[in-house]
């Protein structure tokens, strides 16, 4: 009978959770300044887009120096997203308080 080991059962690598959630949680942190810059400039506007692609080279540096692997960039897109419409939301109800 073979030896079952992690290796044949497992044949991916095991996913790296702790730098995972923090790359998240980078991702989400500085997504809300910039969604809230962002909200200022008219939709597709040059000015736009530099401010809801600004964090894009920085998630991607920490990926590739922790060795995170692709599978994790949705969960990576979904924060920035998530930062971007935040920080929206927090100018536009500032706004409408004033």
């Known amino acids: 009978m073979d030896c079952m080991t992690a290796a044949t059962l497992f044949p991916f690598p095991a996913p790296v959770y702790g730098p995972m959630v923090l790359i998240c949680a980078a ?3 500085v997504n809300i300044p910039l969604g809230y810059v962002r909200e200022g400039y008219r939709k597709f506007s040059p000015a736009w887009f530099f401010y809801v692609h600004l964090s894009v080279p920085l998630i991607a540096y920490l990926r590739w120096s922790n060795h995170v692997t692709e599978w994790a960039i949705p969960a990576f897109f979904a924060c920035a997203v ?4 935040a920080g929206g939301m927090i100018r536009r109800r500032r706004r409408v308080r004033t």
């Open 82 to 85: 998530l930062g971007q419409v």
């Open 27 to 29: 991702a989400l942190a």
